[in-house]
Structure formats: structure tokens, C-alpha cells
């Protein structure tokens, strides 16, 4: 595997040498200021080794990738009743959008679109104080990264909840359906504070093993081996918004991407990959991120569709 | 492999025990005859064996699991210049949906629906005469099954264009963007030929078989491993309409289903299977051949996102 | 125009009679305990005449109505200037649609949706506290309707505002787009209120003579003549939803329906009319209401498109 | 009345200096190459006298103005039943989207968008050969401004024929849910025929009388005056496209709008008004036509909406 490192290094420079660099996401000031030029990455394989290069140990705004550990959380609690409020197939329109949840009566198309994200959301408030459900997002996560330091980016949250008007008026529209349980603020309180989880690529990559080891995270089952399988074939058709199918054409391995500049993925029986680079391409993905996953699955020959 | 035999008896002892059969199409009288008790299953591995079950010997009209081999030749004429012309993202929405065209200005969201496929057809006119192009995908058909006895039904293709409208109209609004080079008569008329391809599972299974091996089909080069990778993807992200994401999800290896219940599903490295029973689910897949592709997935541990 | 009375009192018979009285609005237990039996009628004549019939002197919550005033005294505030944030064209949608929002970016189809309608609450915010923007609409509809009698229900607005999710939705959306100067929380303070003003028919009938006056009420010039007539164009084609063509053809006045019961007519140069039954039809316009429109106009010859 | 003639005379002159044209429809050669600097208009007064300026005189495509005509004959011929197949509300959508249609299962929303009067196409030819059910559309036409030397310009129907895709596309997207009787080639020639009837401005305002008089043309009776005044409720929301709202608050009278640059308009017990400049709008209206017509409107005090 000390191929893996020379693959990791040679792929951080060609990226450092790139000038197509996508557009950081500019939505509230916290992510604007990120510079454009930073690139990280990160590997954890199946037999434990961690590999990283470029700002691998720099800490980013995960945002939506959070939504794979929320979600993982919610089937643990309501099991497959969840997807009676959220569906399963590619939304075929931006990630915000309000027009598919006036089709569908409220129901969003997946759980990684804003809408579905909010529901779980709400799942994940049954029983509990927003304080408490935010809690446990985040010690869920510390525990699959296996560090106690991951912290919530409490001014990120703030200003996306002061911002955040979309998902307001996604929330209240769910919530006109019947399909919140909550009410609309509180869910969002705890969406906007999941999203604002500050993660490395390192723990990033830490946090995804169980999903890449069939349930498995340092020994421990985090889920059976078929909810893992389920979590990846959700984020293969459903995990880059608008962009998935590109993704899962031009990669090839389940992976979540975030609007702060980083992805999470997952090659089945071999490792857990974690990239960040903030600038994004048309669909909101990491446009260096998917660049640098493409060089990693055909060198690695990662892809889950390979012979 | 002497357990795969015994499991594909199994699954079809099962099958051949459900009521919940789904509905057999019934647009066009020619599929709306068909005995909804059938049900067949082949499989070939990759080292050349071949296992069938049920009413594997019996041809049925493939319709569009069709599209996959009109994409490769596709592919195989014009390259990625294709990508111009036909999206690589799911649709979500119904398979004949016309409102994505006019959103997107003509251009379909991939090659496995309705309006993406008459576009292929559109490609494969290049320099031909419907009667050629129409041969050229036959021929190419046959061959990757090693079988010149597959014929088209012409009754089928007759009486699709008879009452084709909404794939006239679909033709039409391409055209009317400037998607379609040659008039919608000339595409639609390859489009309803190769739909109406009549194929058994056995036949069906063999001619997957390059995109299971790498892009090789007994011992010849179909097209590269690369190419087979991305063929694999968009059949697992597009490959049932709007029922993909559940597909991926529940069964997890790429498929590609069509509306005479056959469904052609792909395990790289592993095999080509290819099932098939008339009654369709809510989305327009094959009910029980995706509930047999769901248990033999499980039972030969066959899905992709396994670890 | 004793024969007009006479007129009203028949038509009041009819509506008596009748058991096919429409479903009374229940989203708010306000609104869904009123008897359905009710039916009021009042008009007032270019001569300053008032005949009533039926329940013309209850109090009725006016809702969709109250946008008539409102958006007359956003036209005195900022005139043609407010079209750059709501337009002039019918929508093609029901009422609280928020698909058309998505496709023209927050900008709402005209001033009688409920979407219009926020903008229009927040054009009236400016330099205000929602209070006195709710007292200046509160005081400007006493003063076309000469009757310092006229409240607002506080106990209605109450619980809209408790339970009004999906205009919290549409509020939230046009503000990501920017198309809300003040909070959404603001503008829906003020929507909700000026939808809760009670009024009855006789009232409602004062009030909308301005319109059918050429501008005029009581001697005094409310608008200009022109924009009277502007008024009572919008009236017409976006007056009843998705019903607005209907009753166009049918009744042939302009008018505004209000969810409910109550619908404000306009008579160039003739008359206004206020009506009043509960129960609604399926685009949500008062169902007996419309027929006695109908009824009415014909009887008077009254329809603007008659020679 | 000469008064009018000086104002006829005097907006002529006004759109002579006009550089704001808007631009002349080319999706045809034969619309294409229309001089954009013509500019004529014509008015029938209820006491029939007749009033021309500029090029009244020369004679244009009436394209979607014949849909006035198709409409009256085939309300005709089935009555009320027409409004089963076709309904009557503003589309609030482009004249040749098929959005609409897909949500409303093939009902297109009113007679004037191109699939309503497609549909109405289809009910003239119920047991006519197209050659007879065109024949008796120009008879009518013919008949309505008492002059036989009214032509179909076969050229412009070729042309539309050859080029026509969209149109194709919603007649049989409709067929596609069975509301279209014949076939879709045959409702198409019939559409694509009595779109391609050329008239002068005078031809047309003569044409126009009948909705102008209560039903009545020259004396006789075309259709009831309950229908007139329905057919000009229609014109005024939907006969402008989706600037139906905006003519209606500008100029305040029933028009009806063609893609060569004509407007029919009615002012109800006045005057039946024809202008013609080939330039459009941005909602495919006349420009030029639509400011003289306001013009007109303004000075004649004909506002259907004035006191």
C-alpha cells in the first residue's frame, strides 16, 4: 500500500496545479472565506492504515455529508418505517428544489436532498430536546471517528439558520402535508447544526470505515452488512444532488459530497476516502474532489462496476 | 457453482408460488396476451457456464433492456460526443415524461429513457437506411448472444407504431429543439424495431455477458473496460425509470429492465443474469423478476456495495 | 331599480333552495364552523343606492378579498413600481402553488395569489411597525366602507398564523430570492391580519364602490380612474384562482373570492356587489356565491362583455 | 366619428417613428421576410361604418387569430360539450408548452393555446374529409367579412407543415391520452390550414363584427349574444398567451393575438378593431399592434373595465 501514498501525493500535486477550480459556496460568509486553494485527502483501508496528504488535517464545514451519519442514525431508531416519509430514488432536480415536494404530496425523494434531510431530522427529535438530538449527531459521529474533538462550528450554524430561508420554507412545506412531526424550527435547529460539524479529512475518512467494512468501525458493528450496503446504494444514485449519475459515470464508488468543498467515499471491502477542496463544479460538488476521486478509483482500480 | 443451479430453482419454485404477479402491459395487444404465470432465469458466469430455470427458453419482446446495446453501439460509433446530445442523470420522473425536455431544451437525461433511446436511434441513422441501422443493432445483438436465430416481431414493432403517440410526440419535441438529425419517422421507426427484439433469458444473459467480463464476450474485445465500467453505472442509476433508486437499493447490481418484464442485471467479474416474468411493479419493472433478482443478489452475495 | 331588490330576493330564494352548497373551508376551525346554510347579497348603485338580501348584515372573515385593498394602497405607495416585484398574468396554478415561484425566481404571478399578496403585506411594512401597517389597511377599508365598526377577528389571524405553514413556505422562498425587503415573520404578521378582517356583505358591497365609480367613493377620488380600471382587469383574469376564466365566462364581472364564502363584484360604471355562502367549490371560490353572480349579472345585463 | 379617423391617423403616424418593433416571427421564410416597418389598423363601428390607417390594406398571416373562428364553429356544432376536451382557463404558461398538458392528463386549458385549438381542429373534422372541414372554416371566414376573395396562402401551410414539430408533439401527446378523435395529421392539416388564412386589417375587423354586436353580423345572427360575450371573456384571459393579464390591464379589451403580427380586437356595443405589425413582443404579441390599442382604447374611452 505504499503505492497508495505515492498515488495520494501525485494526485495532491497535480490538483495543487490546477486552475479550474470551481466557485466556493458564498451563501454565508463563513464558507466564502475559505481559501480556494487548499486540497486535502485522505485514506483509510480495510486493514486499518491511514494515508493522507495535502491539508488532510485541516478542518472543514462538512455540511450535507452529514447526512449519511444522520440518516445511518435514524434507521437505527425507526428502521425501515423511515422510508414511509422520504423515498429512495434520484430527485432529477437541484437540491433545494420545492417543485418535486408539491408533486409528491411532501414526501422528499431521498434523504440526502435538503427536504429529506430535514425530515430525518425530525425523526431524530422524537422523544428528544434539539439540544439533545444535536448531542447525539455529534457524539454518533465522534464515536465512528473515534475522536472526542469534533466539534460543531456554532457561527456556521447561526448564520445558516439566519440565512437559511429555503430551508425554512422547505420545512414549513413539509410540515403543511403532515410530513414533520416537530415543528419547523426545531427540526431546522438541528439540521443547521448537523451541517456545521467541522471534521479533517482524516476523521472524515475515520467516520466512513463502517460503511466501506460491511457495518464494521474498529471492531465494533455500527449496522448489519445489508443496511451498509443500502447506505452506499443510496449515496451512488442519490449522493451528488443533480450530479450523481456523472459521479457514479465518471468514479464509480458511492460517495457524499458537501457544500463546503468536501466528499465522503466509500469503496466496499477496501477503504474509506475523504476529499476536500472547496471550490464547486455546476451540480455543487467539489470540482476538484470528483477530479481527484476519478484519478484515485482508476489507479486503485476502485470503481464497484470495475470486472 | 452446482449451488447456484439449486438456488435458481429455488427462486423459481418461489416465484411460481406468489400471487402479488404485478400487471402485464397491455398497450399494445401483442404483450397484453402474455401468460402472466411465466417466469424464467438464466445466468452466465464468468468462466462461460451457463444456468437457467423456469421458462428460460422462451422468447419474449426485451423492449427496452434493447437500449443498452443501442448505447454501446452508440458509444462505439460517436464516443463521448454523445454526451452532448443525451444527459447521464436519472430522470426522476415517469419513463415517457415530456416536461424534463422542455426544461432542459430537448436534451433527454439519459439513454434509458423513452426520449434518450430515440436519440441513440437518431445516432445509429448516421449514414444508414432505418432498414440498415435496424439490422446493424440485430446483428450486433446477435452476436453477443452467439445466436442468429433472434429475430425482431415485427407484429410488436407494427403495432408500437401504430399507437406510439407519446413516443411521437417525444420524437417531435426533440426535433423541434434540433435534437434529432434525421425526421422523428426515420428515428422512430429503428426505435419500435430494436424495442421489439425477441429474446430469451438464455440469449438475453449471453449477450450481457461483456459488460460482466470487462467488456470482453467470449474471448473478444466488445468494447473497453472502461466503457463496460460506465455502461454498468448508468444501468444501475437510470437502468428502471423511476423505480431505480429502490433497485439499487434492494437488490444492488446494475439492471436494466424492461416493459415485456424482461430484466437484464449485470455482476462485474461475476456473471450476467438475465430474468423474466410479464407482470410489471408500480414503476414499470418486471414484479417478481426483481424479487428473484433481490433473492439471488442476497444468496450469491452479488451485490456491489458488498464489502 | 325596485326590480332590483325584487331581483336579489329571488335570486336569495334560489340559493335557499339549493343543497348543492360546496364545501366550507375547515383549515382553520374559525372558518369550519360556520353554518353552510348561510347567503347574504348586497349591492350598491352608481346612484348611491343599497339593497341587500339574505345575511347581508353578518359579519363574514372577507380573507382573499382584503388583497383588492391592499394591493390599492401598495399602488398609492409605490405605484407601477410594485410590478417589478409581483406580476400582472394569471397563474395557471392553485392558489398556494410554490412551483411557479421556483421557475420565475421568487417572483410571484399577481397580486391575488396568496404569494402577491405577502409581497404586497411587505411593500405596506415600509417605515412601519406591523401594527400600524395592519391599522393603516384596517383604516383605509372603514373609510371606503363608511362604517368605523369594522374589526378584525384576532382570533382568526390567531390561527392562521398558528397553523399557516405552507404560506410560511411561500413567505421564506420569495425572501431566498430577495423578493421580501422586511422578515417573513413580518410580512405574514400583516398578511394574516388583513386576510382576518370581518366584514358583511352590505359593508363589502360600500367598499368595493370606488372600483365600479371610476375611482370615486362618496365624492372623494380614492385612485385615479385608470387605475381603477387596471384594478378591475386584475380582478377579472386572476379575481378566482384557478377558477378565474370560469367565471369570467360565466358571470362575465370582475370580482374577488375570498376562501371564506364571500366574493366582491365590480359593475363598471353600474354597481358593486358583495355575496356571501360558505360552502366552496372546487377552486376554492364560494360555490352559490358564483351562481348568484351569475344569476344576477344576467338579469341585469350586466356582464362588461355585453354589446 | 371622424374623430376617430384623426386618431387612427395620428397612432399611425406614432408607430411610424417607433424603433421598438419588436421582432418579426421567423421559425418560417414566410413569415421571416415580412417588412417589420408595416404597420396598419382598421375599425367596424357598431353602425358600420369603417375606418382604415397605414397598411390595412395588405394582407398577413391571421395565424392564431383564425382560433376565433375554429372556436365559434365548433361551438357550433357540439355546443357546451366542447368544454369536456378543452377547458377554459388562462394557461400561465408559454402558447406551446406541454407541461400543462402532462398534469392535466391531455386537457389543454383554453381553445387559444395550440393544443386547444388542435382539439378543436379534431371536433371540425367529425364526419368531414380535411379538405372540407378547412373548406368550411374559409367559408366562414369568408362569410363573417362578406368578401369571397379571402384565400388560404398554401405556402405558409407547407411551410408550417414541414417544420412543425412541436405541434406535432402536442397533438399527439394528446392522441396519447385519447383527445384527439382523428388522427393527429389530419387535426394538424386542418390547424395548420386555417392558421394560414390571409387577411387585411379590414377583412378581419369586419370578420370581428359579430363578437363587437351581441352575436349579430350584418344583420344576421351569428351566435346568441350569450355566446358572443363568452367567446370575447375568453379572448380577454387567455387570447394573448401568457401576456393575457398585461393586455387586459393595458388596453382592457378582448383581443385575440396572431404570430404574424395581427390582433383582433372587441370592444363590446362599439367596435370591432383589427391592427397588424409584425414585430413581437416577448410574450409572442404584436408590439406595436399592443401599444396602438392601447392608444386607441385610451382615447376612445372603449376600456370594458371604464366606468
Given at each position: 500500500m505504499s503505492d497508495l501514498q505515492r498515488i495520494l501525493d501525485e494526485i495532491t500535486a497535480e490538483m495543487a496545479e490546477r486552475s479550474d477550480r470551481g466557485e466556493v459556496a458564498s451563501y454565508i460568509p463563513q464558507l466564502g472565506e475559505?481559501?480556494?486553494?487548499k486540497f486535502g485527502i485522505a485514506v483509510t483501508t480495510s486493514d486499518g492504515a491511514v494515508f493522507t496528504a495535502g491539508d488532510a488535517h485541516e478542518a472543514f464545514s462538512i455540511q450535507s455529508i452529514s447526512k449519511v451519519f444522520t440518516l445511518t442514525l435514524a434507521l437505527g431508531k425507526v428502521g425501515d418505517a423511515l422510508w414511509k416519509r422520504v423515498g429512495?430514488?434520484?430527485?432529477?432536480?437541484?437540491?433545494?428544489?420545492?417543485v418535486q415536494l408539491e408533486r409528491e404530496a411532501g414526501?422528499?425523494?431521498?434523504?440526502?436532498?435538503n427536504a429529506g434531510a430535514i425530515v430525518i431530522a425530525d425523526v431524530l427529535l422524537a422523544g428528544h430536546q434539539p439540544r439533545e438530538a444535536i448531542g447525539e449527531i455529534l457524539r454518533f459521529v465522534q464515536y465512528l471517528a473515534d475522536d472526542d474533538t469534533i466539534v460543531i462550528d456554532h457561527e456556521v450554524a447561526a448564520s445558516e439558520q439566519a440565512t437559511g430561508f429555503r430551508n425554512v420554507a422547505l420545512a414549513n412545506y413539509m410540515k403543511s402535508f403532515g410530513?414533520?412531526?416537530?415543528?419547523p424550527e426545531l427540526a431546522l435547529g438541528v439540521y443547521f447544526h448537523h451541517c456545521a460539524i467541522a471534521m479533517d479529512c482524516r476523521q472524515l475518512a475515520l467516520a466512513g470505515r463502517f460503511l466501506a467494512n460491511g457495518g464494521k468501525s474498529g471492531g465494533y458493528s455500527v449496522v448489519s452488512q445489508e443496511r451498509a450496503r443500502r447506505i452506499s446504494a443510496l449515496m451512488l444514485t442519490?449522493?451528488?444532488?443533480?450530479g450523481s449519475g456523472d459521479f457514479a459515470f465518471r468514479v464509480g464508488i458511492p460517495g457524499k459530497s458537501g457544500v463546503g468543498g468536501g466528499i465522503l467515499g466509500v469503496v466496499p471491502g477496501a477503504a474509506s476516502v475523504a476529499v476536500w477542496s472547496p471550490g464547486l463544479n455546476r451540480s455543487g460538488n467539489s470540482q476538484l474532489g470528483s477530479i481527484a476521486l476519478e484519478r484515485l478509483a482508476r489507479a486503485m482500480n476502485w470503481s464497484i462496476f470495475a470486472a
Open positions: 475559505i481559501d480556494p486553494g429512495r430514488e434520484p430527485s432529477g432536480n437541484p437540491f433545494n428544489s420545492i414526501i422528499p425523494r431521498n434523504p440526502f436532498i410530513n414533520l412531526h416537530h415543528s442519490c449522493g451528488h444532488y443533480d
